[in-house]
Nanobody, 121 residues
Framework: QVQLVESGGGLVQVGASLRLSCAAS????????MGWFRQAPGKEREFVAT????????NYADSVKGRFTISRDNAKDTVYLQMNSLKPEDTAVYYC??????????????WGQGTQVTVSS
């Protein structure tokens, strides 16, 4: 079992930056691929970014490429999402997920409770 707790969300203005953190606990955290998803009001949860367990492989949704960066620090059992040049359409609840293989998908077995990100214009 892996427990995930997100933090770092908040209310920011267009163009600002935020860094989300996801602290993991439980066994063999470093063996899991990690990812970030988000869900805006009235919309389905969507993929944002994923990183392999070593951290050498990353993938991003087209909508965030060049603006968001996913990284992990296995010594701290934490994965990060650096979000720059935020737009109103980035407003959503952001969820951290953990799973097997090189990347995580919407069927990931472990999820955090989410952290709200609101970008105001």
């Amino acid at each position: 079992q892996v427990q995930l707790v997100e933090s770092g969300g908040g209310l920011v203005q267009v163009g600002a930056s935020l860094r989300l953190s996801c602290a993991a606990s439980g066994r063999t955290y470093s063996s899991y691929a990690m990812g970030w998803f988000r869900q805006a009001p009235g919309k389905e949860r969507e993929f944002v970014a994923t990183i392999s367990w070593i951290g050498r492989s990353t993938n991003y949704a087209d909508s965030v490429k060049g603006r968001f960066t996913i990284s992990r620090d296995n010594a701290k059992d934490t994965v990060y999402l650096q979000m720059n040049s935020l737009k109103p359409e980035d407003t959503a609840v952001y969820y951290c997920a953990a799973g097997y293989g090189l990347r995580v998908g919407p069927d990931a077995p472990y999820w955090g409770q989410g952290t709200q990100v609101t970008v105001s214009s």
